[in-house]
């Protein structure tokens, strides 16, 4: 499971992947990116570390987009790839936007949509999305005064891979994840950030894989195991 993780992790990157993009690697595992416009200015610039647990980007400190003019478009502080503290926003001409809502879009070099994200007082709020740079649909994540409140959803090639619930920033409820061909293929459980009660994987068939009790995001009680031929193993 670990593995087929890393392999889809490596291919939705490579859907996601930045051109005229400059990074630099440093000695703490941080990498440091710059992105440019076709006249050369810079269009944002920000670092991030990789996550091994969760194989994804996490944006650390702050991130700066400009506009083409090379005026600053927003400021945007990162901690653990989250959003912590009020987003600053631009207008084209180098003024502060004093507006009470955002609209933040960025888009990819060949102008397609990268993110649309909304904000109220500098605090995401709404769906923001995330686009691969040929269009397809990559993630989907409901806000309320900054914190992921409701759906999380990951799609790969369009089709929804992951749908995890949050209720005040931490995974709450229902966790599932999916087969290319939409079957599901684990539902799991989490009450305050934690993985609780029965977690069930499922072959493609919708045949039982195994059964696994948690309690406190750690394995507890029993554990069941079916080959692929339906036959109990343990």
Known sequence: MKC???VIFWMMMMMKCKTNSLGDGNDDDTMSI??????GNLKSKYQYIFDEDTYTEKLIGEKICFYENGKIKAKLQYKDGKIEEKAIFYLENGELDSNKHNKFVE??????IK???YFTDGKLNGVSSQYSEN???LEKIEYQNGERNGK???YYNESVFEITHYAKDRKQGEYSRYYATGNLQTRSFYKDGQKQGLSIDYYDDGEVHRKISYADDQKHGY????SINKVFIF
């Open 34 to 39: 710059e992105n440019y416009y076709k006249n």
């Open 135 to 137: 269009g397809l649909i």
């Open 223 to 226: 554990f069941f195991q079916y």
């Open 115 to 117: 993110y649309i994200s």
């Open 4 to 6: 087929l993780r890393v």
């Open 152 to 154: 999380k959803i990951d």
């Open 107 to 112: 888009y990819h070099d060949n102008g397609n």
